[in-house]
C-alpha cells in the first residue's frame, strides 16, 4: 500500500505553492463580504428603480471548488445571485456591474450574456469571480430553500435551469460525503486538480475536463471506496483515484445516482439519454435535467487522459521514497520529449475585438480537428496544447505581415520582411500547437482532405465582422515549435 502519510501530501502542496496561505484566504473572504455588501445595494437599487412595495431580499452563494474548499492557489470564485421574480436579468447585467464599477478594487468588468450561462466576470482585488443569475417564480426567497429540490426549477427559463446547476451539482457533492471525510476530500481535489494542471488535461473545451469533472469523478471514486472501508487517508483514495480510471471501460457510463433522475421526479434508463449516444467519456451529472460533464471529449483527447491515469497509477505503485513518487506524480508534461512533429493552427487578426472573440473561439473549434485527424490509421497519438501561444507583432513589410499570416514563424517572418518597401502595422496571432506521434516513424501522412475540411469549419464560425481574420495550418518541428515558446530544448526535462 502508499506509504505517504496525509501530512507529506499537504506539505508537498505547501511547498509548491498550490495552496493558498493564510492571508490569501482571508483576502477572499474579504472579497465575499464586499460582494454581499454589494448586493445590499443592488436589492436597494432594484426596489427604487422597479417601484417594488416589498423588500427584496437576493442570495449570494459560493459554488465549486471555493464551496468545497477544493481549490488551488489562483482559482476563480464562481458564484450565484438568486432573486425573486420582481428582479429580471436586464437588472442584473444593467445594475449589478454600476455598483461594482465604483468599488476602488474592482477592475475588469464583464458581461458575457451570449452563452449558455450568462455571468459578470470581474476582478477584485487580484481575485477573479463569476457571477451568475437565477430569476424563481417566487416573489420571495425561502431561508431554508433546499436547491436540490427539482420543484424550485418549474416555471423556469432553461437559462436559469441551466444557471442553477453548477450550485445543485455542488449540494449533492457535499451530501455524499461524510463529515470525518471532508478535509481528506478536499486535500484529494487540491492534488487531482494540480496533477490535472501540470499534466495539461485540465481544459474543458480543448476537450479534457473542468474542475467540476474532475470534481465528480472524485466523488465516484470516493463513493467507491467508502462503501468498502470507514477509514480513509489522501494516499488510499488517491491511489484508488488512478486505479478506478486507469481500468475504467469507456463504454460504461459514470453514474453518481442509484437511477438517472428525470422530469417531475420520474427515473431513467442510460439508454433513454438520446443526447449521450455519441458520447465518448459520459459522466452522467447528478442533479435534473442531466447532462454530459465531458461532453466535448473525444477519442484522441481520452486516450491521452488514460494515458495519464495509468502514469499515475504507476507512479503511486512503485517502490520508493515519499518525495521521489510525489516529484514524479506532479512532474509537468514535456511536449518536446514526447513529439518530434507538430501541427500549427494559426488565427492572425489585426483589431483587438477579433483577437479577444477568435482568442475564446478556437479553444472550442480545435477539437474538431482533432476528431478529423484521429481516425487516420496512421496516428498512435494526437495532442493539442490545452494553452495556445498568443503574441503580438509588429511588422515593417507588406512580405512579413503575408509571412506571418501564412503561420511562419515570426523570427522567419522578420528575415523575409527585410525585403519590400516599408508598411509598418500590428498583428495578432493566436498559435495552437498539436503533437503528433506516428505508429511508423519516417512515414509520411497526407492530411490536405482533413485539414481543408477543418478551414471549411472555420469559415462557416466566420461572420461579418470577421474580415480581418485568416488561418494557416502548417506543419513544424518540435526545434520550431520550441523556438517560437522561448523553449530550449537541449535542457528542458
Known sequence: ???????????????????????????????????????????????????????????????????????????????????????????????LPELLKVQPMVRDIECIKKTAVPIIKCVIDSVSIDISFVRLKGNRIKENMDLLDDSILSGLDQVCVASLDGPRVNCFIKNQIKRQHVQIFKRCLQCIKYWATQRDIYNKPIGYLNGSSWTLLLLKTYMIENGKHENLSISHLMYAFFKTWADWPWQTPVILTDSIPGEHGTRLSYSDLTSFNNAVMAI????????????????????????????????????????????????????????????????????????????????????????????????KIIQAMVHPLVVTNHYRTEQERLALQNGVPPQAARDIGTIGDLNPGTINIIYHFIGIQLKETHTFIDLSEEVKTFYAILESKRNRHDEDVKWSINALKKIEVARMMGIDTTTNK
Open 284 to 379: 452522467v451529472s447528478p442533479c435534473y435535467p442531466v447532462s454530459n460533464a465531458a461532453i466535448y471529449v473525444t477519442k484522441s483527447t481520452l486516450k491521452i487522459m488514460t494515458r495519464e491515469f495509468q502514469r499515475g497509477l504507476s507512479i503511486l505503485s512503485a517502490r520508493e521514497n515519499s518525495d521521489a513518487i510525489l516529484t514524479k506524480l506532479f512532474n509537468p508534461i514535456n511536449y518536446f520529449k514526447r513529439y518530434n512533429d507538430f501541427i500549427c493552427v494559426a488565427t492572425s487578426s489585426t483589431t483587438s475585438t477579433s483577437h479577444e472573440i477568435w482568442t475564446r473561439k478556437m479553444q472550442f473549434i480545435i477539437p474538431q480537428l482533432l476528431t478529423l485527424i484521429e481516425t487516420s490509421p496512421k496516428i
Open 1 to 95: 500500500m502508499l506509504n505517504i502519510t496525509d501530512e507529506q501530501w499537504v506539505q508537498y502542496l505547501q511547498r509548491n505553492n498550490v495552496t493558498e496561505n493564510e492571508e490569501e484566504t482571508i483576502k477572499k473572504q474579504q472579497v465575499i463580504a464586499l460582494l454581499q455588501a454589494t448586493v445590499i445595494s443592488f436589492q436597494r437599487k432594484i426596489t427604487s428603480h422597479n417601484d417594488v412595495k416589498r423588500e427584496i431580499e437576493c442570495r449570494l452563494s459560493a459554488f465549486g471548488s471555493y464551496s468545497l474548499g477544493g481549490y488551488i492557489r489562483g482559482a476563480d470564485i464562481d458564484l450565484v445571485l438568486i432573486c425573486p421574480r420582481t428582479v429580471k436579468s436586464s437588472d442584473f447585467f444593467r445594475f
